[in-house]
Structure formats: C-alpha cells, structure tokens
C-alpha cells in the first residue's frame, strides 16, 4: 500500500515564527502535492511538484514556499506564520502513468493523514 | 483554473441510492474526473475516476454525459458508514482542481 506520513498530526506555533511541514511517500510517485483545508472552503491546492527541484505554484501559495531536494520528500514552508494561516495541512502523492492513452492519465492522489496547525 | 461545483449538503436515509452532482463547465481536454471520499480528521482518499460515458468500480458509479460539463457520482444502498464530504476533481497533466465538497449526511 502507498503510504504518505506527514511529520506532525497537530502543531502550535506563534505568529512570526517558521515552521517547517515534512511529507514523505513511499512509493516513487513523481508529483507531490499541499493543499490547506478549511471549513466551507474545501481543498485549496497551495504548491505541487512534478519532479526534484520543480515546484509550481497553486491557487493560494502567498505567505508559502516548498522544497523537494529528493524525490520522496515535500516541504512547505510558513516563512513567518501569521493567524490566517490557521488550518489543516494535507499532503498528496501520485504518478503520471503514461499507456499511451491520450490524454495522459494523472493517477490517484494519495493523501496523508493531515497536520492540524494551530498559529497563536 | 476550471473549477467545480457541487451541492454543499445531501441528506439521504439508509439504503437509498444517492447521486451527486458536480458541474465544470470549462473542463479541459486532457481532465479525467475524480470523485474522493473524506471522513472527519483524515485525507480523502479515491472512490472512482473517468473520462467520458459510464465508469462502475465495486464502491460507485460516475456518469459523463458526452459533454463532459458535468458528472454524476452514484453511491448505491447508502449506509451510515458513507457519512462524509465527497469532492469532485478535475485532475489533468500536473494540475488539479479541487471542488467544495458535498457532504452527505445518511439517516438511519
């Protein structure tokens, strides 16, 4: 089974500080994913990879960055957390499987379990 | 980004069939349709994926009109146990667009 841990299920931090979000999967996926959740809001994509050293920017990436030095790995990065950036934190892997089909498949994402940041 | 829309709540008693509905109108090409299930305190995780006309899995049915402006998840003889949000998804070559979500309540 994929398997996608995330560093922290819970974390407090104080506004002003940086706080660093690990994930990592386990199953060679090419594209790493984070996205916020919050109530009546849904899932907003902040960053995605497709690859080491690539990253591109999603619906909401402002007061975000993210890091992925390896392929398993996906960071993102609080530079000075603010309150506004209050929220639940999941991280999502998957592959490109590429069958000839055009247009080429994105497969499944899988999900972690979430980080639940609280910023004071 | 196209973007969906979905009902924000559902309300279904045990063992009904429950369709929901989700509307992108600018669905491009290359986007294949994805329907995730999340419970409370975890990520979603996949139900069902398509392209076009109908897709059956064990779990539900999707059905895309030959438009492909919308979609319509089929869960058959609901339980409690398929209380939770259901997020439609355009997932296309490295991008994704998640919906609001619909969150069905199942009545005993």
């Known amino acids: 089974d994929v398997k996608v841990t995330q560093s922290s299920r819970y974390l407090v931090k104080r506004t002003g500080e940086k706080v660093f979000l690990e994930c990592v999967q386990d199953?060679?996926?090419?594209?790493m994913f984070w996205y916020r959740q919050d109530p009546g809001l849904g899932l907003r994509l902040i960053y995605f990879s497709y690859d080491v050293k690539m990253k591109e920017k999603g619906d909401i990436p402002e007061g975000y960055s993210v890091s992925r030095e390896k392929k398993e790995r996906f960071s993102l990065i609080l530079e000075s957390a603010s309150t506004n950036q209050t929220s639940m934190y999941l991280c999502a892997s998957s592959f490109i499987t590429d069958r000839g089909q055009v247009p080429q498949l994105q497969e499944t994402q899988y999900f972690g379990p979430g980080t639940r940041l609280l910023v004071l | 980004l196209a973007k969906t829309t979905q009902p924000i709540s559902m309300d279904s008693y045990e063992g009904q069939e429950v369709n929901i509905t989700c509307s992108h109108n600018n669905i491009a090409t290359n986007d294949y349709i994805t329907w995730y299930q999340q419970f409370p305190s975890q990520g979603p995780r996949f139900i069902i994926q398509g392209y076009k006309t109908k897709v059956t899995n064990e779990v539900a049915s999707l059905f895309i009109p030959a438009d492909r402006k919308s979609s319509t998840l089929s869960l058959p003889r609901v339980s409690l146990s398929d209380t939770a949000v259901y997020y439609c998804?355009?997932?296309?070559?490295?991008?994704?667009?998640f919906g609001t979500g619909t969150k069905l309540q199942v009545i005993p």
């Open positions: 199953m060679d996926h090419e594209n």
């Open positions: 998804l355009l997932e296309g070559y490295q991008k994704v667009t």
